[in-house]
């Protein structure tokens, strides 16, 4: 796309005629600095966003209500004004309905903690005005159902309206100005992602010697030509006082603001923000767990792991006897792998090729589809059982021994193979700092098209950035991924 710089840059400066004192002295010229409206388009996107959210707390504050008054034997017509303008101010003053306008990708799983702890008021605010306001009485294990489950429903509800809004709203057309590496991988990433609403309109790569007309006028021409929603500034390391100019004119233009801090690459989003006498610092975690965190993650994985293989045996039994009937050789595959501090292990899986799949590798090499890893979706070593069991990400559950038997965890990096694992220099080997997960980030984001270049910063991140809140998320956005057959 070209952007045309024939356009004059209109100065924000207040006119002659406002520009004399009271007394008709001469008054100095004052920049605008307000931000300039939204454009309509914008202004309906994030108002029917709100709009969506709002509703569907209040729903799940109201039904929550409604259950729990029914259950104490009161009417649940007591529940409508008792719980919507209490949870719609609690909201509201915890910023969840304005939160989305600053972000691309809007997970609703990520304000769980918060929703949680909103509820939990939610719930403790009714139990105090329950018994005043009502003839009724609300016992301890109600007001403990009305926190789960106004919890559970708003994290339910706000997916919904999430999905809802998405359609009412129309795409959000994002111009990506900056570092022309940035500029590509963003172009890539947003063109792959489809659970948000923006797609990339236009382009304005930076080159290192800078543009050869104003960058400014370059982006508010591509802005107002290009009907532009949002601009995603990529900075580099030596244009900050330039970028800072680009997001004061897209704040100027009415256009939202999101900016790629290249130093998040290397410490993640874990960081201490500290403030000395007005100058910002970010107090950068520890790389790695603790060794209390290790053992909450052990502990976390020796249950989760034994409740899973409790419950999914019948079902592993049947793969098992499937996967016999269909091909000649064992139900397990076992493979050797990395594991935490470069040590070996073998790893099990339901067999999903044939049986003698490693031998016919190298004849295949010229098929493989991923960088650094050998993928190939329609590999014809894959057996009919196996081509369900790979979509479904199911030939995987074997490894809940491997869990069970310390070798692996739930959530981790990806195990390598041992060739793999030889690719993989330098501080990049600072993976293997964690044990290897069944899943893990780059299971959510498509493990089959994720490079290994990319995928080793993704596990320092995972690394650089864990919680057990983080281990949860990323199983539960796995059980989708896995329903959806997006899998290998």
């Known amino acids: 796309m070209r952007f045309p710089t024939d356009l004059d840059y209109e100065s924000p400066v207040r006119p002659d005629r406002r520009l004399r004192g009271r007394f008709g002295r001469p008054r100095p010229e004052r920049t605008d600095l307000r931000e300039g409206a939204p454009s309509p388009e914008v202004a309906h996107r994030e108002r029917v966003g709100r709009v969506a959210l709002a509703i569907a707390d209040a729903i799940a504050a109201a039904g929550a209500l409604g259950a729990v008054i029914a259950w104490s034997g009161g009417t649940p017509l007591w529940a409508p004004p008792l719980a919507v303008p209490v949870i719609l101010v609690a909201n509201k003053v915890a910023g969840l309905y304005d939160r989305d306008d600053l972000l691309i990708n809007k997970t609703t799983l990520d304000e769980a903690p918060q929703l949680l702890q909103i509820c939990g008021l939610f719930a403790l605010v009714v139990w105090l005005l329950y018994e005043p306001v009502t003839p009724y009485v609300l016992g301890s294990w109600q007001a403990l159902t009305l926190w789960l489950g106004s919890a559970g429903l708003a994290l339910a509800g706000r997916m919904i309206a999430r999905r809802v809004a998405r359609r009412l ?18 172009v890539r990433k947003l063109g792959e ?16 010697g800078g543009l050869p007309n104003d960058l400014t006028t ?39 603001v999101t900016v790629l801090p290249r130093l998040f690459e290397v410490v993640g989003s874990s960081v201490e923000f500290d403030q000395v006498d007005g100058l910002t610092m970010l107090g950068v975690r520890r790389f790695g767990l603790t060794r209390s965190s290790r053992a909450v993650k052990r502990v976390f ?26 091909t000649p050789g064992p139900v397990l595959f076992r493979q050797l792998r990395v594991g935490r501090d470069g040590t070996t292990f073998s790893m099990l899986k339901f067999r999903s090729m044939v049986a003698d799949a490693d031998r016919r590798k190298a004849d295949l090499r010229h098929l493989n589809e991923t960088e650094g890893l050998f993928k190939i979706a329609a590999d014809p070593r894959v057996t009919r059982v196996g081509r369900w ?4 990400s199911l030939d995987e559950l074997p490894q809940l021994i491997n869990v069970w038997r310390g070798e692996m965890s739930l959530v981790g990096p990806r195990p390598l193979v041992l060739d793999e694992d030889a690719q993989v220099q330098g501080l990049d080997r600072a993976r293997l700092h964690l044990m290897p997960g069944m899943t893990g980030p780059w299971q959510v984001l498509g493990s089959t098209r994720v490079p290994m270049s990319e995928m080793v910063v993704i596990d320092y991140l ?12 990323i199983l539960l956005r796995t059980i989708p991924h896995m329903l959806s057959g997006s899998g290998r």
């Not at 994002?174 to 963003?186: E, K, M, Q, R, S």
């Not at 992602?193 to 930076?206: I, K, Y």
């Not at 069991?389 to 479904?392: G, I």
């Open 389 to 392: 069991l790979r979509r479904t």
């Open 169 to 186: 709203g129309g795409p959000q057309r994002c111009l990506i100005v900056g570092d022309p590496h940035a500029v590509g991988a963003l």
């Open 193 to 208: 992602r489809r659970d948000t609403d923006a797609e990339v309109a236009a382009v304005l790569p930076v080159p290192a």
């Open 462 to 473: 995972y690394a650089a950035n864990w919680s057990l809140w983080t281990d949860m998320k």
């Open 218 to 256: 370059a982006v508010r021409t591509a802005v107002r030509r290009g009907r532009i929603d949002r601009v995603i500034v990529a900075p580099r390391t030596t244009d900050a006082a330039e970028m800072l100019e680009v997001i004061r004119v897209a704040k100027l233009e009415g256009v939202r």
């Open 301 to 326: 994985d020796v249950a989760g792991s034994t409740l899973v293989l409790a419950a999914a045996a019948p079902f592993m039994a049947l793969i098992a006897l499937a996967i016999r009937l269909d």
